[in-house]
Every structure is written in C-alpha cells, then in structure tokens.
T-cell receptor, first 114, second 112 residues
Framework: KNQVEQSPQSLIILEGKNCTLQ??????????LRWYKQDTGRGPVSLTI?????NTKSNGRYTATLDADTKQSSLHITASQLSDSASYIC?????????????FGAGTRLAVHP | SQTIHQWPATLVQPVGSPLSLECTVE??????LYWYRQAAGRGLQLLFY??????ISSEVPQNLSASRPQDRQFILSSKKLLLSDSGFYLC???????????FGNGTRLTVT
C-alpha cells in the first residue's frame, strides 16, 4: 500500500534554532513530492515541490531534500521564528493512470517557543 | 489573483440533520476541485473531486455527497449527519494534475 510516514509527530524548539522534519514514503511510481505548511485552523499552503530528479529545493529559510533511491525527504528550517509554529505536511503524487493521486502524510506539528 | 472561499468556518449540527458546505473559487476557470477531510493525527483524506461541471468522483463510500452546479462552485452535502462526520473539511482547487493545491481555510464540523 502506498504510504507517506512523517516523523517526528510533534516537535518543540526554541526560537532561532534549526530543525529537520522527515518524510518516508513507499509511493511508486511517483511524480513529485511537496511540503505544505498548515497554520492552526487554516488550510495548508505549498512550500516546495520536487520532482523525482531533483535533490533539493529552497524557499527562504525552508530547504527540502529528496532521495528518490531511499524514498526519503526532509524539510530543514533554519533560524526558526515564532511564525514557523504550524503543521508541516509531506505530500507525494502517485502516478495512477490518467489521474495523479495525492498521498498525504499525517504531518509534523512544530511549536517554536521564545 | 485567484482566491478560494469556504464557509462556514465552524458548524455545530445535531445528528440526523442535513449539511451543506459551500466552496467557491475566483480568478480562474475550469479548475479541478476537491473536498478533503482532515482527522487529528491522520493525513488528509480525499472525499470527492471534480474536473468539470456536473462531474463528480467519489473516493470513499460515505454519508456525504458533492455537487458542482457551476464551474467554480463546489458543494458538500449530507441528508442526515452521523457523529462520525465530525471533522475538519477542506476545499481545494488546482489547475492541473501537477500544479499545487490551493486550500480554503476549512470548516470545523461538530456533530452532536
């Protein structure tokens, strides 16, 4: 069964520190992998997208990496800010006939404390 | 610019009552539209998607239905709500299979 597993489930860090969130997937074949940020009570917003041939993609203080051989991705947040407190969701697009299906991870809930 | 509106933001309904959640998209035409449900500690579950007016695909059997009466309008309905229908419902759109999903701000539904 195609799955996306994220770790840790939750994380608390101090403002200014770095952190790395993990995403392991078994989706195959896949076309791309996205990271979304979801603020509490809001809809998710896309942060980065990587195709299977890309290794890294940055968006400001967010850097995503992808290893298609080991089926692992990570999201690194540098110099965290209070506004980074949110859930981060890994989404893998499964190639499935004429419709590409999105497989969502359960997310990592990040809390940045002052 | 494109925007997506979803309402209401919160809703408390008794078991057995009907449901109607509405979602509209502005600034784009012929979008792919989606309804998701998000349960605590679990990934988003796709409920329905639509690639055009009147075209609805259901991913999982359930107590809900969807309709797309206009190009940029997507409605999630139920004739009789169950306790298990409680959750956070998200509407989303995108222009194609490989473009990002743009989500609404969700509806928190509590069935009592």
């Amino acid at each position: 069964k195609n799955q996306v597993e994220q770790s840790p489930q939750s994380l608390i860090i101090l403002e200014g520190k770095n952190c790395t969130l993990q995403c392991n997937y078994t989706v195959s074949p896949f076309s791309n992998l996205r990271w979304y940020k979801q603020d509490t009570g809001r809809g998710p917003v896309s942060l980065t997208i990587m195709t299977f041939s890309e290794n890294t993609k940055s968006n400001g203080r967010y850097t995503a990496t992808l290893d298609a051989d080991t089926k692992q991705s990570s999201l690194h947040i540098t110099a965290s800010q209070l506004s980074d407190s949110a859930s981060y969701i890994c989404v893998v697009t499964e190639i499935s006939g004429g419709y590409n299906k999105l497989i969502f991870g359960a997310g990592t809930r990040l809390a940045v404390h002052p | 610019s494109q925007t997506i509106h979803q309402w209401p933001a919160t809703l408390v309904q008794p078991v057995g009552s009907p449901l109607s959640l509405e979602c509209t998209v502005e600034g784009t035409s012929n979008p792919n539209l989606y309804w998701y449900r998000q349960a605590a500690g679990r990934g988003l579950q796709l409920l329905f998607y639509s690639v055009g007016i009147g075209q609805i695909s259901s991913e999982v059997p359930q107590n809900l239905s969807a309709s797309r009466p206009q190009d940029r309008q997507f409605i999630l309905s139920s004739k009789k709500l169950l306790l298990s229908d409680s959750g956070f419902y998200l509407c989303a759109w995108r222009t194609g299979h490989n473009s990002p999903l743009h989500f609404g701000n969700g509806t928190r539904l509590t069935v009592t």
